[in-house]
């Protein structure tokens, strides 16, 4: 644990290092501009801002992990992070799983389907990454405390890859969960059809096949993470069974980065945010847009806005939202007036609020060891687990 001085500083030492980031990207584009369209492969990561954690195929202080790149025309990839409790022997003890199914035998009494819990991690649309050392252990400490098979998602980052990107690869995931889900279940059955062959078995990934229940799956996003996992919950309902047999059963809003060019009438209070002010705002949202003039419209922008009208998917559809704000948080109210929105439509939309904490508490380098950090992630999960807690169907094959 740190204490809250320590918090504050270092999330002062945060902000200003994203915000020199933010001037360099800005920097860089006014003098050399991407030409239209930005590049289509992109990046996921930037190291000089966030240093990478390596996956481990073996089980370390109860998870596994491994990196898989999923889209062969961009740089869209992901981490799966497995819990030990997904298997189990005869001694109790866990041996060696490695990125593969485990062996038959009588050491193997069961293999454990897990909730499916898709992670979106913050950073402005502009830095931040599924792998990054902050990035992994949260992700951790998700798999263990929700006992769930977690799959973090490392989408294009601007300006390289300006919008839609982001929220298109965070689609693309959810697709490929889709797909995933539907070649395990033809190879367990041993189906043979037009959309099932030795080459789509080839294509299973073993560990999602073995412990994903995708009838179970949770949408987790943090600060512009939370935007592009809300993009996702929205596309989802206007799929509807098309998705079958994936099911989003909840969703969680960390500090949703949702924006505006007119600011709420409360909005001066939080000038002297710890980690983004106005001027942040503005440069990653600038960096984020294809279009210079984009940022003036902000209010009516769907990146920005979930409030937008004329969206295809009713607000009434939404699934079970839970947001967490942060009370030195400059887009707080904007969280604020889309939870209100969602339980006016009778959605399940909990509001829960940190005092004397700022953008990005519970994610954010040594801020995850903050005793506010722990008790949102058990808070968070007091909740979802009533949307994933199945008793006697969690047991594979």
Known sequence: ?????????????????????????????????????????????????????????????????????????????IRIFLPDTAVSSESGICPRYGGYLP??????????????????????????????????????????AWDSLVIAVGYRLAPESKYPAAFEDGVKVLNW?????????????????????????????????????????????????????????EKAVGEGNLLNPVKIVAQVLMYPFFMGTTPPHCEANYTTSYFYDKSMCKMAWKLFLPEVG????????????????????????????????????LMRERAIAYSEELRRVNVDAPLLEYKNVSHEFATLGVLLKTPQAQACLEDIGIWVKKYISVRGNELSY
Not at 113 to 140: A, I
């Open 177 to 233: 969960l889709v797909k995933q889900s539907n070649l395990g279940v033809y190879g367990r059955l041993g189906i043979k059809s037009g959309n099932y062959d030795s080459f789509g078995v080839s294509m299973v990934e073993p560990w999602l096949a073995a412990h994903g229940d995708p009838s179970r799956c949770v949408l987790l996003g943090a600060s512009s993470g939370a935007n592009v996992a809300n993009y996702v919950a």
């Open 294 to 329: 984009e940022f003036d419209n902000l209010d009516h922008h769907p990146a920005a806005n979930p409030l937008v009208p004329g969206k295809h998917s009713p607000l009434k559809h939404m699934p079970p939202t839970l947001t967490i704000i942060a009370e030195h948080d």
């Open 1 to 77: 644990m740190i204490s809250s001085l320590v918090a504050n500083l270092s999330a002062i030492a945060a902000k200003y290092q994203h915000k020199r980031l933010l001037q360099t990207l800005t920097h860089q584009q006014q003098q050399n501009p991407p030409a239209p369209p930005s590049n289509a492969f992109g990046i996921t990561s930037r190291p000089s801002s966030h240093l990478p954690a390596g996956s481990n195929p073996s089980f370390v202080n109860g998870v596994a992990t491994k990196d898989l790149h999923i889209d062969p025309l961009s740089s869209l990839s």
């Open 103 to 144: 062996p038959p035998g009588k050491q193997w009494l069961r293999l454990r389907k897990l909730p499916v819990v898709l992670q979106f991690h913050g950073g402005g649309f502009v830095s931040g990454s599924n792998e990054s050392v902050e990035n992994d252990l949260f992700c951790r400490r998700v798999a263990k």
